[in-house]
């Protein structure tokens, strides 16, 4: 459509520059020092969905982080939909390997390297300024409402309890949400699947405090080496889990959706290449992709204890911790996961040592429809930007929410999502295409267009 | 002796002054920005030695930190005792485990808390105020020469090319060293083995920057779960070391000698209380006393990884580290050990990760011989001050100085050691107490005594 392009290269540098704007707020919610950027964070969008014509704008609190809510209600008879967002993003560190600040947004190759450029500023900001267009442009076909969180990175733990109690404002026929990857710009996709998480700290204590190794070693429990002996023993010679029951709920893909999946193109030398690695790994008996979209994981996320400064010292550590989180596949549940982890990790602990498991927070898996109103819309509209049919994928993120709402809301959820795999989520140098972010801001209200319309 | 005695009590308010002076100086040599601290610490001892009568004086410069000597030679007929000590201090962290600051010593139940209380400032300066006493009084009976060092925390790095270059100042009969522990004030003894040591710092890297865990889990080798996996093979289920050659050149004790060690005082009751483990642990048919002085050990000193902040972070870590420390018993070869170490460590590492081995430091095991002048004149001393025979012991610490000496000079060593192994060493809180300190320069005096006559 001839217009949102205009629209958009006529207003590219603003919708950059404001970008930027939001991208400078180190809103990371895992980190409490960073409590009252968080905070104006959620002041700026609140206002710039103002700005873009949105009424009763309202900075709801929880008991954490702020929800920032608006709507634009024009027809009781047309469809609404929901945009899910968040404002908050990761922790940048390790900060020594980002090459530019990840708080100063810097544009390298057509790319905005920020911490939260894709992950989620850059992509749910594109929705409010695909609301700008439609507002300005007497465009909008539907009714909208937009719900933009401050605690998906932390496990939404508020968030469930606003949507229970916000029942009646949060009704809609289809949330839409953009918070995951396409295989490329010449390649659109649209991701059918995602993986739940289960989040947990485990803490091993030997000796009640730290120990000379030398008068000590030997004949004391070390925690440190009991820790890696437990988590050494928590994959299988296959990498398979070995967590009694873990796999019990699992539901294996049919070999239809096997092999639909693994015509994705992926060229093993080219991801290895990209990671830096020479041989790949993961479960016996399933493929790349499948390990990363469609089977369960345990993944170390953080490890430590003991002496980790410059230099040596010969410390027998009187404690050793590590972080660990599982993703999970439908329909596998989150709770279940958890008590599973717990009870077989303090079983394997040996009497010399205690053990001490902390649950951090989880989401359930879903699988979003493909013969629904919504996706059709979104293959529609995606196709038009693109110039070619958007496959579906299987994502190995989590967002938990996405269970919540079908739970909560009976609402069904689309994930519009514009980012790349190589989009550095989560990692230093994180970044977001430029022509991403444009062409996701011209999608978007082609996507509204077509979801009222089939909605007839 | 009376006399000694006397001294002490008259001075005790000004030795504990002195020395709590001399332990409020951070002189951490593992750690650069201690630098200047280290530095000030050698121009105090110097001072202090000056002030207690010894001649020729020198802040030695060093590639690294400098050694102090000094030296008083009375006749060249007869024999002299070099004192070895250090006034480098480990690292305090971790410092919220402390009761009260590292270095604001402090006195609670007869004894001095404070970092390097008995490693090993409140042992070397011992000798400095025995050294004093004996000058005031006229009760010098041989020629006493003093070699400080600052750097024995961080492997002696320098002290052998010093060592080398010096021979001729360094010259003597035998070389004193209190830097070890007696099994109580009670029941003294007398350390007669010392475990060398092999430090390596080992570095896994998998991908080459930090993963999205949701994305890449699964299907990309995790350099934690791969470093921890490698960590637990070093063990077997025996809890023997498994590497390839590790026991080669290991000189088993007699069942004369290990019956002679099981003998002294050990109540496993007591060391677990103490330790607050349930259950003690080690290589299967060894003693607690053989584990930790007899036999060699490998034992994780640090290990990080990943997120190791607030709160939870999905990250699949592009590095995960640990630095090993391995205690070697006679006739281990540091060096040897150190490469099959590494060797082996590189051989285990799976194609999906790249593995690199840093050594640290190392050092020789080393007996004392227990049928030489300077033991039986050290036995005599303690059994006077103490009233009971010392017995000797294995230690499972490591003083490198020991071997270069015996190499270098040709000087053997007595352990003349006042500390306990309760002292906290290396740990937070550690300690020294009044009554050892005191005693300890109460029993000097005599060693110079007893040898110089048994010298005769």
């Known amino acids: ?129 695909a609301f700008e267009y439609m507002m300005r442009e007497q465009e909008l076909p539907c009714n909208i409402k937009f719900m933009i969180e401050g605690e998906e990175e932390v496990g939404s733990s508020n968030l469930g309890t606003f949507v229970k ?71 299988d010679e296959n990498n398979h889990i070995a967590i009694p029951g873990f796999y019990d709920d699992v539901v294996e893909l049919s070999d239809a959706e096997r092999k639909a999946l693994n015509e994705a193109p992926f060229d093993v030398e080219e991801y290895k290449a990209d990671l830096g690695v020479n041989e790949i790994w993961g479960e016996a008996g399933y493929s790349s992709i499948e390990r990363a979209g469609t ?54 602990a040996p009497k010399s040592v205690k053990v001490k498991v902390t649950p951090h927070h989880g989401g359930e898996p879903v699988v979003t429809p493909t013969d629904s109103i919504a996706y059709k819309a979104a293959e529609k509209a995606l196709h038009e930007t693109f110039g070619k049919m958007p496959i579906p994928t299987r994502g190995g993120g989590s967002i938990p929410i996405v269970a919540l709402f079908e739970k909560e809301l009976g609402i069904k959820t689309v994930l519009l999502g514009f980012g790349l795999d190589s989009d550095n989520l989560h990692s230093p140098n994180e970044k977001y295409g430029i022509d991403n972010y444009l062409k996701g801001i011209e999608t978007i209200p082609l996507f509204h267009k077509y979801f009222t319309e089939l909605s007839k």
Chains 1, 2 share one sequence.
Not at 76 to 85: A, E, Q, R
Not at 323 to 333: D, E, G, H, T, Y
């Open 295 to 348: 089977r369960p994981t345990l993944e170390v996320n953080g490890i430590w204890g003991g002496y980790i400064g410059e230099g040596a010292k010969t410390v027998l550590p009187s404690k050793a911790f590590a972080k660990i989180s599982m993703r999970l596949v439908p329909n596998q549940n989150s709770a279940r996961i958890t008590e599973l982890f717990q009870s077989h990790f303090e079983g394997i």
């Open 165 to 235: 109690e916000n029942k009646e404002r949060l009704s809609a026929d289809v949330i839409v949400i953009s918070d995951t990857a396409m295989i490329s710009l010449e390649q659109p996709s649209i991701e059918t699947g995602l993986r739940g998480l289960s989040y947990v700290e485990v803490e091993v204590t030997g000796p009640n405090r730290d120990l000379h190794s030398g008068v000590y070693g030997g004949a004391v429990a070390n925690p440190a080496t009991i820790l890696s002996k437990m988590i050494a023993s928590l994959h």
């Open 1 to 129: 459509m001839q217009k949102i392009k205009d629209y958009v290269s006529a207003n590219t540098d603003r919708f950059l520059a404001e970008l930027f704007e939001l991208l400078r707020f180190p809103s990371v919610s895992a980190d409490p020092k960073f409590k009252e950027d968080v905070v104006k964070t959620a002041a700026f969008v609140a206002q710039k969905l103002e700005e873009a014509g949105a009424d009763k704008v309202e900075v709801c609190e929880t008991a954490g982080y702020p929800i920032v809510y608006g709507e634009k209600l024009i027809d009781p008879n047309l469809p609404t939909v929901l945009v899910y967002g968040h404002y908050d993003v990761q922790p940048a560190d390790p900060l020594e390997l980002w090459d530019t600040p990840p708080f100063e947004p810097t544009v390298r190759d057509g790319k905005i390297y920020a911490r939260g450029a894709a992950d989620d500023k850059g992509q749910f900001y594109m929705h409010v300024k």
